[in-house]
């Protein structure tokens, strides 16, 4: 039975849960006891923001209430809580669009009613019952701390993949983001079969990507060595976007991503990739004014019609904002 003691001296709680890109997963074989594993990073410019009061019932407004509502229900019902909240979602990032929407508001949701009742719940249990982690840790992970996020992956039966290295980004540098507001990623039943029909994950790649990690990408982050960085997750996001290209068509879910990315690395830009099913894609540069001048081009060339949306964000080394009204 979860701690009621401050349920009553709270009147309010407002979250701001950020936005994160998912950099891909690293075995899902699983033949070492573990599968999937994955990489990824918060960012600025993107999030859920709401705010929960108590109320005479279950009530929700704003992008995403129906989810929110389910969420509500379900954390109550399992940690026998009072379901009778108003929640106002304000802000939210795109829905399956790569930046981990659902993850987001479901924790969101998840501790802002524990909070508002007092309880203390580890975030491992929340995001179960709201029915997240089930393939990787990372939303978990940046929700608590923000930042460079790797899971070990998961072992069956048991619960969201734990946190296994998490670095701060680098303040200087940047990401354009390439969305196509047209189409949105795999999810659901469909991102289950998409999963299910994919072929063998040779452990030869999975040996690859864990190698580029470990002695590339992470010493890389350690030592703000922005050439190893990008290279890294260029190297990782070739061979992923090879491997899911069956399932997605090709290394990018939009093709008028994969376009404008496609030039981009012409240009010699190494990290460049797509965030989980997509669509949106990535383009790592050294500097604002770099990404300023990238996101100039690309636009110029490729989002005149209004196909596409470029957004520059940094990495966000903190975690979801918690704020408590005292009743």
């Given amino acids: 039975m979860p701690d009621m003691s401050g349920a009553q001296r709270i009147a309010a709680v407002e979250i701001f849960a950020p936005a994160r890109l998912h950099f891909g997963f690293l075995d899902l074989d699983g ?18 923001r709401l705010r929960l009061t108590r109320a005479a019932r279950p009530a929700a407004s704003g992008s995403g209430a129906a989810r929110a509502l389910d969420c509500i229900a379900r954390t109550a019902k399992a940690f026998n809580l009072s379901p009778n909240v108003s929640l106002a979602v304000t802000e939210i990032s795109p829905e399956h669009a790569g930046l981990g929407s659902g993850t987001q508001l479901g924790l969101a949701v998840a501790v802002a009613l524990t909070r508002l009742e007092g309880a203390s719940i580890a975030m491992g249990e929340l995001a179960a019952v709201v029915g997240r982690g089930a393939r990787s840790g990372i939303g978990i992970g940046i929700f608590e701390q923000g930042g460079f996020i790797v899971d070990g992956g998961r072992r069956p039966e048991a619960g969201a993949a734990p946190v296994i290295a998490r670095l701060p980004f680098p303040r200087d540098w940047r990401l354009v983001l390439v969305l196509d507001p047209t189409r949105q990623g795999l999810y659901g039943s469909g991102e289950a079969s998409a999963f299910a029909a994919l072929p063998p994950f040779a ?3 999975a040996g690859r990507l864990c190698r ?12 703000h060595d922005f050439t190893a960085v990008s290279q890294a997750l260029g190297a990782i996001q070739s061979e992923l976007g090879d491997y899911f290209s069956t399932a997605q068509h090709g290394r990018f879910s939009s093709p008028a991503v994969a376009a404008a990315l496609g030039w981009a690395a012409a240009q010699g830009i190494a990290g460049i990739g797509q965030s989980s099913w997509g669509p ?25 019609a209004g ?3 470029l957004h520059i964000v940094a990495g966000l080394n903190r975690g979801a904002e918690i704020s408590v009204t005292p009743a």
Avoid: C, K
């Fill in 307 to 309: 196909a596409l949306e």
């Fill in 280 to 304: 949106t894609g990535f383009a790592l540069v050294e500097s604002h004014a770099r990404a300023q001048a990238l996101a100039a081009a690309l636009g110029e060339r490729f989002a005149r």
């Fill in 212 to 223: 580029q990690v470990l002695l590339r990408l992470l010493p890389g982050l350690a030592e």
């Fill in 31 to 48: 033949g070492l006891g573990r599968r999937f594993g994955s990489l990824g990073l918060a960012i600025d410019g993107f999030g859920t």
């Fill in 203 to 205: 452990p030869a790649l």
